[in-house]
Structure formats: C-alpha cells, structure tokens
C-alpha cells in the first residue's frame, strides 16, 4: 500500500455535470477555492463540452478566470476536440482531459462517434497541447462494464491506454461510469495496465452507485494505485432518480484513507465543513455519510443520546 | 479468503428496534418468511428485552410463533437477562444472545448496568440454556469504538469474548454499533480473537455509518471471518435522523461478495425484491443501493438513457 496518495477533485465537473439547477460560476469557484484551503490541488474544474450538451459546465472559462491560482494547483478541464482543446487553453486550464469509453455503445451514445473516431479525433487535441506545453491526461469511460453492453474486455481498455500513452497523456484514469466497478475487474484491470505501460500512473475515478466505491478503491491501493479521483459530498447522479448516486465521496475517502495510514495532505473537518456548506448552496442533502456522523472519534454526550437497548 | 460465508439477518431486530412506527406483527413475519424464500437461514429475529425500552420488539413471542420454521433455520433472539431467557425459551427461540458494550459508559447508557454486572448476570442465562439445551451467542457492542469514550482497548474485547468463552458460546460477535469500525481496527481484533479463543466463530457486524461498512467486511473476509451480520434493505437508525445510518445492507453485501467469488447460498435478486417490498411497507426509503441500481449487470436500453457528454 502507498503511504500517500493524491486525490482529485471532480466535483465541480463530474459532480455538478447533472444537477438539475444551474449552480451560480460563483460558487462553482467558492466551491474549488474552499477546497483549495482545505489542500486539494488537483481538481477537474469543468469541461469544454457543447454547452448545449451541459448547460451546467457552460461558465468553464468563467470558472477557470475565478479561481484564485496557487502554487501547485492544477485546474484540468475535459475537452471534446480540438475546438475544445483550444478554448481550454485560451481559458489557462492546466491540464486537458480526453476521454473515450471502452464500449462502443457508450461512445456513441456519449459523444455520437464511434471509439476510434474519438480516438482519432486525439491527435488535434495533442499536437494543439504540445505546441502549448500543456499536459495531457487520458480518460477511459465504461474502463469496469457498460450499462448497454455488460461486461467489458480489459483488452479494450489496455487498447486505449496504450493509444493515450502514444499520444504522450502523463496519466491515464480509469472510469467508472456506471457503478460496475468490482475489487476484482480492479486488480485485473490495474495488472493489466502496470504489464503494458510499466510507470504511467493510472487514476481510478469510481462511482458508489452500488455501495462499492470503497472497497474498489481499497482493492485500488492493494494493487498500486496512487491517485483517486472523487467529488466533495458525493456529488454526481441526480439528487431526483434514485439510483442514480454519485462519486465516491471526497471526505468519506479521506476519513477511510485517514485511518488506514494513507496521507492525503488534507485536513478532514474542512472537508466535511465545505460539504456541508455546499448543501446549503445547492439546497439539498449530498450522500455522503462522514459529513453527516462526524468523523469515527467524534464524541456524543451521553446526556443528549438516546440508545435503545442492544 | 474463505469460498462461502454465512450471513445472519438481524434486520427483523436490530434494523427495526430504532424505527419510529410500529411495524405490524405480520409484516415482521412476512419479512422473516420472504428472506427464508430467498435463501436466509439465520435470523436475529427478535429481542426480550423491556417493552418499555423498545416497544418496537414487544411482539416478539408472536414473530416467533409466526413464522414458517424450516430445516436448517436459526431464530436468535437478544437477552437482557434471566427473565428474557426464559421469555425466549418458552416461544422456542433458537439461540439466547447475550450483549455487553466493550465500553463502560456505552453499558451504562444501554442496560443501565456497568458491564462487570452483565458479565455476571450471563450466569443464570447461561445455566437455563444449558438446561434446556438452547445454543448461546456472545455480542460485544461497541467493539469497534465507543461514541461516548472514543477507542476502545482491544483487551476489553478479548476480555469479554473470554468470558463468554467460558460461559461455552457457540459464538461471539463483534458489534459496530456506531460505524466506528476501520480495517486496520478489524484486523487487529481478529487477530486477537484467534490468538486468544482459536476457533470460536466470529461474526462481525458492522453499521454504515461512515460509508466503511463494506470495506470492513472485506478486511474481516481477508482476516478469516466467515459470518456476517446485516439487515435487508439496510435498515437500521432512524429515517428522520440524519447520519444515523443503519446496518450493512444485507442485498448490498451479498452482491458484493458473489462478485468477489464468496457463495452465500442467497438469490440476490429475491433479496432486492424483499428490499422494495419492504420501502413499501415501511412507507420510506432504505439507504441500501443495488435495490435502487439493480444489479451490476442489469443492462439498460440505450434509447431510454441521457447520458451526459463525459
């Protein structure tokens, strides 16, 4: 196991991507500013999608402008195309986020190409970074199952990662979109990876829409990952169709990573404290659960519980 | 990692005990029965403990009596003390568990009692058990952690598992009562417990409180556990307490360990039938999430499904 690992804050893109109300570019960078204080460096601020695609990211360039830059800090966006690449560069993104899926009914259903036309479409992106000096990253969707296809071979995904690594991405992220992630399909998955691409880290973005975020992210750390992308709350998925849950949460992970001995660099109460402000912005509960039990060692006054016997 | 393992149901008890209105009698019957359908053999099925403490549970002798009884099913009961026992022996319990908190202040608050006065009181439980020949089972509460005190010494643990012991459990059981537990925590007490009691079965049960139910049970499965308890649809808490969040969902531990290879013996999908039929019993949704997700296989229909670009 790694004794320190990096997160990545996917909230303000992953998370906010589906939320039904338009969250003012206000807070999307109060949002990103806050968790800066709390030591988040590395975050996925927005995207540079089609706004009428994502309504919720248009504001990208406007929230890149807000956020008070650091030292360290990284604000990566996802970019589409070239057409998205440039206006990400335009807007100082730090790093651009391409992203197939490993299933092509995913792909097509996503971005209305098939696999290799995305992967095609790569090759703008990359050589418009290059000129710019602007790192790459290399995201896989539907990297543990799709929800039309099932199952996905991991040779798909390794075909794709080893496209990124020709392409020159600095890391790769394996995505979950749907859930379907297995503390097994990761350990295959991440032995896969290590076999073809020898040092290109590999970041492992999960969802816990089947109350498995943790344990595939355990399995994560058992098999060498060092990079967890997550969303402060649990944001993602729609708060109106059950089910439909979001990341892993970025204070639950925390707190687990916390007590298994694995620093984060981050401070855990202003985690949960910026969780439960961004309630009160949204106007809605989030699923995460630490925000709301307080962290393991968090004392109750006997006085003022109630425990029923047994 | 073991092949199988036994999951013990205890949501009919402690996943109901804290709900705020009274379930009819025959619908803790039909929920014991439909679990039976699905595969469940061991059941915490009820307490005898005061009425007054929890009016919830005082039908017990009449769940008892309802339900179908079948080869090979166990209907364990909580005991507070002598009174109880015999209560529980009469309606044809099972098996008696006895409880003490690992904590001293967590005892108090619980049965009013310091735990050195439980211990001795499993005396007289013990000896009418013997004599009628009804198996005994030792829970451990708050073994994990004590809202009220913080850690808890591992020693008080193996203190109390011993005493059991001596009493001739079949079995001791290690309560998370307030989602305190991590991996490392659990790590350490099963090892403990081997070292101390060789092969008494342990039975870990741990609540979701801090999201860590799952990858509690993942480090008890790698520590050689091979019972776990949970409660259907992941009863437990209270609904209109926020953050008081119950029992390790029992459709959501099944899916989770079939996926990891481990058999239970169960029909996930009955369980997830039996989680819906009871949110709608109940009038409330459950916090457990493949009875929302459906399983991770559950293909959807391309032409049905928005998916956001990324």
Redesign the interface.
Known sequence: MPSSVEIVEVGP??GL??WPDFVATADKIALIDRLADAGLRHFEAS?F??SR??PQLADATSVLDGVRRRAGMRLSV?V?NLRGAEDAIAARADALVM?VSASE??N????NRPRDGSLEGFRDIAAAARARGVPLHGAI?TAF?C??E??VPVSEVVRIARHYADLGVRRITLGDTT??A???LVRERMRALRTELLDLPVALHFH????????N??AGLEAGAAHFESAIGGLGGCPFA??A?GNV?TE?LV??LH???VATGLDLDALIETARWFEGVLGA?LP???A??????A????GA?A????
């Open positions: 893109r992953d991507q589906s995207s999608v089609s695609a994502v996802l589409p992203f009914s995913h097509l259903k996503n971005v969707a199952g929800p039309f099932g199952e859930g379907m297995t503390p097994r816990n829409t089947r109350g498995m975020g943790l344990v992210v355990a059950p089910g849950t949460c639950d707190h687990f007590e298994e001995g509960p995460g659960q630490v709301k039990a307080g962290p393991r060692l004392r109750s006054d006997p519980v425990t029923a016997t047994g």
